[in-house]
């Protein structure tokens, strides 16, 4: 048996081609359209689907966050699959945080439309492939800035980021290093500015994350 979609986007003229071409490509039972959360919630209530489509032109981003949220407490089993027009990488993972199964960029065709259905009907999860590339991007971006970061360390400034990650008290680096106290704190001040962290904890955390210890 074939599943349901309802599909939750403007225009009107947009929605219904989706929802006719998805029809007669025979991928669903049934799709029903919505142009209103009031209308959405109506529909959920009657008759639930497998498949819900969200789109960005009919919400902004932040009250797609608290929709999707909402949805997912209400009615677990229905997976979401949010069309952005080229949301930011972050803004995608909040949507998955969220509770999003699927993320499709808006130029996205009916192929890669089909296997993100088929992608979670099968209990994954999906994400488009020019999505997909900002994410590389992105990550190889932060990984450069990452080693950019550690590189300005100097050779003493990274002695004492090992000992804070050893749990020692400012008294207790400049003792086992022989310098004055206003030293390790004039390096401690340059450590937490490099790495871009707050504190002794971010420092660890930072250091444990990028291998900076062993």
Known sequence: MKPNLIIFDEPLFYTEG??????EGEIFDNVRICNSTATLSEQLSYQPPEFLMLGSRAL????????????????????IIVIGNFFDVT??????EKGIKSYLDTNCGCNEFVKSIAALSSNLVYICDSAKERMMDFLSHKQVHQ???IECLTKREMEVLKLICDGLSSKKICEKL?????????????ILMKLNVKNSAGVVKYAMENHMIE
């Open 147 to 149: 080693r950019h970061q």
């Open 178 to 190: 022989f310098i004055s106290i206003n030293t390790v704190e004039t390096h401690r001040k340059k």
């Open 18 to 23: 989706l929802s006719k071409l998805l029809t």
């Open 60 to 79: 902004v981003l932040t009250e797609i966050y608290k929709l999707v949220q909402d949805l997912v407490n209400q009615h677990q089993n229905i997976k």
């Open 91 to 96: 803004d995608i993972r909040k949507l998955f």
